[in-house]
Structure formats: structure tokens, C-alpha cells
């Protein structure tokens, strides 16, 4: 079974600040990937960045980033740069493969509110 | 291209009835999944599929059914709904193949069962 663990319930940080939002997982799967989503107060989920558990490189998608450290299984989001729209839940998730080799579904973690302060 | 769409957007039931949640996409995408999300939790899959035809179970599907006849379709069946099954659902596809099989989701569905 996979599980991911957000350990950071509510942030508060100043505009124009870089913010480290946690994320650990947990997972028998060789393959796999990492994803970050947002969630705004208006309840959709937005795709913020990508990382596999074979890319050797972290992964960056403008002022995101995704710091990947497999050997502690730790897949932390970076925010550069923090603007005050940037205020929203943030959940990390996992996907591994299913017993056939294909993709299975997202197994998330219980999220981190964020809030970006003037 | 609209993407993943999901109706109704908002719905109130009573304890024992039945709806359907509908959930459509034009992107071509094997992989479509139901997920619920209940206050202060991350997403749960209730349901996936990776073709037509083809379902399976995922974390929390007791109390729902799902088919998928089309590849642009998948609904979500409450047979008997009940209070501790509202929550948010929201829709889900993607590629089936690994890579960035990133997935998209829906604008979601608010459910409240009285």
C-alpha cells in the first residue's frame, strides 16, 4: 500500500518569501510518480509539477520546484518567490502501477494550507 | 476541447435515494477515476478504469457502483445514499501509459445527503 504523509496542517508566510511545503512517502513500487496539486478556495484541482522515480534531475515548472530525495523518500514542494495567490490547500500525491503494469490512481496526503501574508 | 466535465455541479439527496454523478471527457484518455474528498482529507479513489469495459475498486467503493461503456464516459452510481457519503467527488483521467500520465480532473461535484 502506498501512503503519504503531509506533516505541515496550515503555513503562514510573508509575500515575496520562499516557502518548503513536506511531503514523505511510502511505497514497495520501483516505478512511480510524485505530483503536487493546488486547491483554491473555489475547490478546483490545479497541477503544479511532476517528478518520476526514475528522473535523475529535480523537477522545476517555473518559481515550483520539486525537491526529490529517494533514498528518504521525501518529495518536498518549493515555492520561489511566494505572491499573495498562492494562498490555497497544497497536496502532495503518489501514483504507482497497478497489477498489470499500468497506471494505477492517486493516493494523496492530507494537504498543507497555505497562506501568503502582505 | 472541454476537458472533464462533471454534472451536477451541486445535489442534495435524501437517506436511501439514488443518483447518478455524471463525469465526461474529450481528451481521448484511457485511465478515468472517481475520487471523493471529505473536510480536512486529501483525495480518496473510489473508483477507476483503464479502458471501456473495464473497472476496478479503489480505496472507499463501498456503497458505489460505476461502468464504462464509452471511452468519454464514466458515472458514478449511489445505490442507496447515505449521510456519511456526502462529501465532494470529483472526476479524473489520464493516459494509461507511465511518464507524466498527469491527471485532470473535473470542477467536482458537491454532495449532500440529508
Redesign the interface.
Known amino acids: 500500500a502506498q501512503k503519504i504523509t503531509q506533516t505541515q496542517p496550515g503555513m503562514f508566510v510573508q509575500e515575496k518569501e520562499a516557502v518548503t511545503l513536506d511531503c514523505t512517502y511510502d511505497t514497495s513500487d520501483q516505478s512511480y510518480g510524485l505530483f503536487w496539486y493546488k486547491q483554491p478556495s473555489s475547490g478546483e484541482m490545479i497541477f503544479l509539477i511532476y517528478q518520476g522515480s526514475y528522473d535523475e534531475q529535480n523537477a522545476t515548472e517555473g518559481r515550483y520546484s520539486l525537491n526529490f530525495q529517494k533514498a528518504r523518500k521525501s518529495a518536498n514542494l518549493v515555492i520561489s518567490a511566494s505572491q499573495l495567490g498562492d494562498s490555497a490547500m497544497y497536496f502532495c500525491a503518489m501514483r504507482g502501477v497497478d497489477s498489470g503494469g499500468g497506471a494505477d490512481g492517486l493516493t494523496f496526503g492530507k494537504g498543507t494550507h497555505l497562506i501568503i501574508q502582505p | 476541447n472541454a476537458g472533464v466535465t462533471q454534472t451536477p455541479k451541486f445535489q442534495v439527496l435524501k437517506t436511501g435515494q439514488s443518483m447518478t454523478l455524471q463525469c465526461a471527457q474529450d481528451m481521448n484518455h484511457e485511465?478515468m477515476?472517481w475520487?471523493r474528498q471529505d473536510p480536512?482529507?486529501?483525495?480518496?479513489?473510489i473508483h477507476?478504469s483503464?479502458g471501456a469495459g473495464i473497472t476496478?475498486q479503489?480505496?472507499v467503493p463501498n456503497g458505489y457502483n460505476v461502468s464504462r461503456s464509452t471511452t468519454e464516459d464514466f458515472p458514478l452510481r449511489l445505490l442507496s445514499a447515505a449521510p456519511s457519503q456526502t462529501s465532494?467527488y470529483?472526476c479524473?483521467s489520464?493516459?494509461?501509459?507511465?511518464?507524466?500520465?498527469?491527471?485532470?480532473?473535473g470542477?467536482?461535484t458537491r454532495l449532500t445527503v440529508l
Do not use: I, K
Open positions: 485511465y477515476s475520487y480536512g482529507m486529501g483525495l480518496r479513489l477507476y483503464v476496478d479503489g480505496e465532494v470529483f479524473a489520464s493516459y494509461v501509459a507511465g511518464g507524466n500520465n498527469e491527471q485532470f480532473f470542477p467536482g
